[in-house]
């Protein structure tokens, strides 16, 4: 142990996303002590991820998914090779809630449905008869989405004989043939027990769900099981080589990413959503924090990410995607900088409408919605991606307003990681709409954060997340921006919602209470200043 700590080490992140996947190398260089390491990455295998329409639902591919996953591992293992290394372990990470279904065989049910499938939503009302709102949010502390795991599971028709195993839990399982759920993603389904770290036992009971439908749970940096033999020759990685658990929900690993000097940070982890919150030591469970519809997921070393999902990136992506598809083509860096170029005030959208959930003809929905908030969109690419960019920074900035009010933690500087953090009109707009600084990067914080657990379980690096955050610091490039002017609030904004349309429930309506005093309250203080 002591060795490899001294000689550093490699690592494979499998890190997938809803868009795409890819497997890095990472390697932690370097001797004593701490501040003298470095961590670098190497992409070695990039491939697509989209969705399948089966049966009449959406669906993830996994087997194709896997298949890249082990052509990545190959690439990864011929690559060390070449250079005289040797892979130590292997850590997955992927978006959160999906789950495939496994028989006693090791066979899947079927391909594992999305999120983006409408099917959680139908079971939204017979959940809620079972268990009350109040009493899921009191114990788990999960954000309302109608797409969170319980409420795809209360969808299926016979769970008997078979286990749920998510996203990167299956992944690992197909690897090495052992059933584990990582804590992180664990903490994403709505039946685990945010306070105890343990599954909440009495929820399966009361949805009817067998107690043992997911493998005992295990935390980042244990060791999950090494490779089949199979898929040692297929992939010539040694039999030997670790599966590790890392912070498999793709945003615990970009958190514990986050190259932050001091506590008082808040976070924006920016991809196809946007994960827009604080770090705590405990989690908040109190009915204002229910009513303002923020999350507690558990983050690497028992951290809790107090967050709420927010629209993100994918509002754009399918714009390009809706415009190539009609014959032009948009190339991002000339629309962004045409998006710079127009005045600030225009008219905004609400970005985590579920409105905006599914694919196809997103310009043509968000000038919808811009219309139905009594405004006008031009035509124009330009005008769009404005639109999208202002409201996602509106956005942010209200979501970390609320974020400190209820969790008591005040921040100076919001970090943005991911692929959002090369946006640099998103970043100026962050920091003028909150009036923060805002720290740009790691674009990769994701697949960082995965190598660095990793490393740490295997001795290559010591210490906590500040320790693992300040070898960041040292190892990548970060770029600063200052608000040049305090738009907090002001612009016109489409009436916000919840993320999931309740029907008229009364969480829908105390929710928009809520919402109204909060800007009624911005408003007298904007005033008084």
């Known amino acids: 142990m ?11 992140a499998v890190d997938i996303g809803a868009s795409s996947g890819r497997v890095m190398l990472g390697r932690v260089t370097g001797g004593r002590p701490a501040s003298g390491k470095s961590v670098s990455l190497e992409t070695v295998h990039r491939f697509p991820n989209g969705l399948l329409e089966l049966d009449g639902g959406l669906h993830w591919d996994f087997d194709a998914l896997f298949d890249e996953v082990l052509k990545g591992l190959a690439a990864a293992a011929e690559t060390a090779a070449a250079s005289g290394e040797r892979i130590t372990s292997i850590g997955i990470d992927t978006w959160a809630v999906d789950y495939g279904l496994v028989d006693a065989s090791g066979a899947l049910r079927t391909q594992p449905f999305s999120y983006r499938d409408e099917r959680g939503r139908t079971a939204v009302a017979d959940v809620h008869k079972a ?16 797409f969170n795991t319980l409420y795809q599971l209360a969808t299926e028709r016979e769970l008997r004989g ?3 195993l998510l996203i990167p839990d299956l992944i690992a399982f197909k690897l090495s043939g052992q059933r584990r759920t990582e804590a992180t993603n664990a903490s994403t389904t709505g039946l685990f027990d945010a306070v105890a770290g343990e599954w909440a036992s009495e929820f399966f009971k009361a949805l ?10 295990i935390q980042p940096g244990e060791t999950a099981g090494t490779l089949l033999p199979e898929i040692a020759a297929r992939t010539g990685l040694p039999a030997e080589t670790a599966v590790v658990a890392v912070g498999s929900h793709d945003t615990a690993s970009a958190v514990a990413a986050v190259p932050a000097r001091q506590e008082d940070f808040a976070y924006i982890s920016s991809g196809t959503w946007s994960l827009v919150g604080v770090e705590l030591d405990s989690p908040v469970l109190d009915e204002a924090s229910r009513l303002a519809n923020f999350t507690n997921e558990r983050g690497v070393d028992g951290t809790i990410r107090y967050l709420r999902n ?8 399918e714009c390009q995607r809706t415009w190539a598809a009609e014959g032009h083509r948009q190339e991002l860096t000339p629309l962004l900088e045409s998006a710079a170029a127009l005045p600030a005030g225009g008219p905004q959208i609400n970005a985590d409408d579920p409105a905006f959930i599914a694919p196809d003809n997103m310009p043509d929905r968000i000038r919808s919605a811009v219309r139905a908030g009594g405004a006008v969109l031009p035509d ?7 639109c999208i ?27 943005i990681v991911g692929g959002g953090s090369q946006n640099r009109l998103l970043c100026q707009l962050t920091a003028d709409a909150t009036g923060k600084t805002v720290v ?76 109204q005093d909060h800007d009624r309250q911005q408003q007298r203080r904007r005033r008084t200043h």
């Open 440 to 515: 740009a990067g790691p674009v990769e914080a994701t697949a960082l954060g995965n190598v660095l657990v990793q490393a740490r379980a295997a001795g290559a690096v010591t210490g906590g997340l500040s320790e693992l955050r300040a070898l960041l610091r040292a190892s990548v490039q970060l770029e600063s921006y200052e608000p040049k002017s305090l738009q907090r609030l002001t612009t016109p904004v489409v009436p916000q919602s919840p993320s999931l349309d309740l029907e008229g429930a009364e969480e829908t309506q105390s929710w928009l209470r809520e919402r």
């Open 131 to 146: 268990l009350d709102p109040a009493r899921l949010y009191a114990t788990t502390g999960l954000q309302f989405l109608q």
């Open 162 to 164: 078979v286990q749920a």
């Open 310 to 317: 927010v629209g993100g990136l994918w509002l754009l992506s």
């Open 389 to 415: 960019l202002d409201s996602l920074a509106a956005a942010y900035a209200r979501t970390l307003a609320r974020a400190e009010e209820l969790s008591g933690k005040q921040t100076s500087v919001i970090h």
């Open 2 to 12: 002591n060795g490899q700590a001294n000689a550093g080490g490699v690592f494979a």
């Open 208 to 217: 009817g769900l067998p107690k043992n439908l997911f493998p005992a749970i």
């Open 380 to 386: 124009r690419p330009a005008a769009v991606v404005r």
